[in-house]
């Protein structure tokens, strides 16, 4: 499997500022596509336990809120074993981080047994549709892409969608409780619990 590059700061993927990495291979070959590059299977370089302890040192630090896996397509047969041996790794090591992954499949079409879903907390899924894009969706390209909160959607066993608030609401009580306001890498949220707290 392979890899096109590995972002060690993000703040475009997912909440707070995020280690990425982008996968190499997609077959889906979306109109429109943000990331071309990533299609041909046999680009990129190589992945292998080197890159994900990279990549597990990379979110050791307090200011990294979690890992983000995108493509390419990283649920793709011949990128799922790797990508899932990454975000084991990751939940195990860091279970306070969240991980986010991006794929063009559905869940109800692929991803809904996949081992991965047991490290994960949000997946992006579905193909890019430019005849539904709208820039200002957040987290995703057009408007039949789901953000799905993979562990309500476990328990419950039907697709729940993230509910942003809700997860702003725990890092603020995880921020209170660690007092480490200033560190905060939500500043929407650090300017609210501010503005409750003044
Ligand atoms: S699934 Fe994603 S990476 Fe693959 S072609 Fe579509 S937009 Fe590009």
Partial sequence: MSYQKIRKMDISNGPGVRVSVFFQGCAFHCEGCFNPTTWDFDGGNPFGQEQ???VLE??????ISGLSILGGEPLHPRNIQDSTLLAKMFKEKYPEKTLWIWSGYT???YIYDKEILEYTDVIIDGRFEIGLRNPKLKWKGSSNQRVIDVQKTLEKNEVVLYEEEELCAKEV???????KIETSTYPFVKQNILQDTM
């Fill in 107 to 109: 869940f109800e079409e």
């Fill in 52 to 54: 994900i302890e990279e």
């Fill in 58 to 63: 990379l979110c050791k630090g307090d200011h």
């Fill in 173 to 179: 009580l995880k921020l209170q409780e660690d007092g």
